[in-house]
């Protein structure tokens, strides 16, 4: 069996996007692996996108077809089909490129130092510019280098320095080796907002030892991404803050006997609240009905939310 299995959810509209992520995959300097592609029943299907590959490529590949279950029910079902010799699972979203190094220092790093979770750095456009390199972390946490070539990092209590800014992860440059694949999975309910963060979190408190590679591990590529597509004023915007108000209050559940992470988190999921009021007030400005429906169901998990309307009002009252 190969050494790692590269887990790929497919959900695409445009011919060729599939086909550039494999190409970067196939030109890895490390060539132990096979791919699982999980077709998440994508509009173009991934098969379609195989057809030009040649016979060798072709046949390290599996495609599983699954109903839609969005990106974290889709790399659930690769975890689920990683073959039992497998020693680690590197995820790619089907936009993403590789650099050629990727595995080979993926591999390098897990293996001297007998980690299980792995992250490098991306590189993005101008609509990445929210992220920030995996180098800057060492500017203001306790990193430790462990290695200069490529240069590897650990920082202490890494789930904590997450919990900040979790802008320096992200899935396409993620490995995980075989206790994480087996116990690990995405919360596939929360596919608008925060699935990935909820997982990197359950992956670093889980992990044996975490590294971070500042080299580059993946480019930033273009394609269907549902989460950056809903912007304030988009129907599924109330939708994506009450999902990510979720995902935050099971989050804070990890950390329950810590009390500065869980003030941390408080105020993310005030601030989620504060967001979605907004939206449905400029839907209200516009003479357009807010999504009752929506805030019913919030508020019947989250009765702060009756607070935070009370003092939106009133700031608005009193101005």
């Not at 269907?224 to 004023?233: E, L, Q, T």
């Not at 129907?235 to 329950?256: G, V």
């Not at 993310?268 to 609240?273: D, I, V």
Request: net charge negative; charged share 25%; hydrophobic share 45%.
């Amino acid at each position: 069996m190969a050494t790692f299995t590269i887990i790929i959810p497919f959900y695409q509209r445009e011919d060729g996007i599939l086909r550039r992520a494999l190409a970067s995959v196939f030109a890895q300097s490390f060539q132990d692996f096979d791919v699982i592609v999980v077709d998440d029943q994508s509009p173009y299907p991934a098969e379609d996108e195989l057809k030009p590959l040649g016979e060798e490529q072709r046949s390290r590949i599996a495609v599983v077809k699954q109903a839609n279950a969005g990106p974290g029910g889709a790399r659930n079902t690769g975890l689920d089909n990683v073959p039992a010799a497998t020693r680690f699972a590197a995820f790619l979203d089907s936009d993403d490129l590789w650099t050629h190094e990727h595995l080979q220092n993926a591999y390098d790093a897990l293996q001297k130092f007998d980690a299980d979770c792995y992250w490098a750095s991306i590189h993005g456009g101008e609509e990445f510019d929210y992220h920030f390199s995996i180098a800057d972390l060492e500017a203001s946490e306790k990193a430790v280098r462990l290695c200069e070539h490529p240069l590897l990092l650990e920082i202490p209590d890494i789930a904590s320095v997450m919990l900040k800014n979790w802008a320096f992860l992200h899935m396409s440059c993620m490995v995980i080796g075989r206790p994480l694949i087996e116990k690990v999975r995405f919360d596939a309910a929360l596919r608008l907002a925060a699935e990935d963060v909820l997982f990197f979190c359950d992956c670093m408190l889980a992990a044996r030892r975490v590294l971070l590679c500042v080299e580059p591990g993946a480019l930033r590529g273009e394609g269907i991404n549902i989460f950056h597509g809903v912007d304030n004023d988009s129907p599924q915007f109330l939708k994506q803050q009450f999902i990510t108000w979720m995902a935050l209050d099971r989050l804070e559940s990890r950390f329950s006997k810590r009390p500065v992470e869980i003030e941390t988190i408080k105020a993310y999921k005030n601030r989620a609240r504060k967001q979605a009021l907004w939206s449905q007030a400029r839907l209200v400005r516009r003479r357009r009905l807010p999504d009752f429906q929506m805030l019913a169901r919030w508020a019947w998990r989250d009765p702060a939310l009756f607070a935070s309307a009370l003092q939106i009002a009133g700031g608005k009252l009193s101005k």
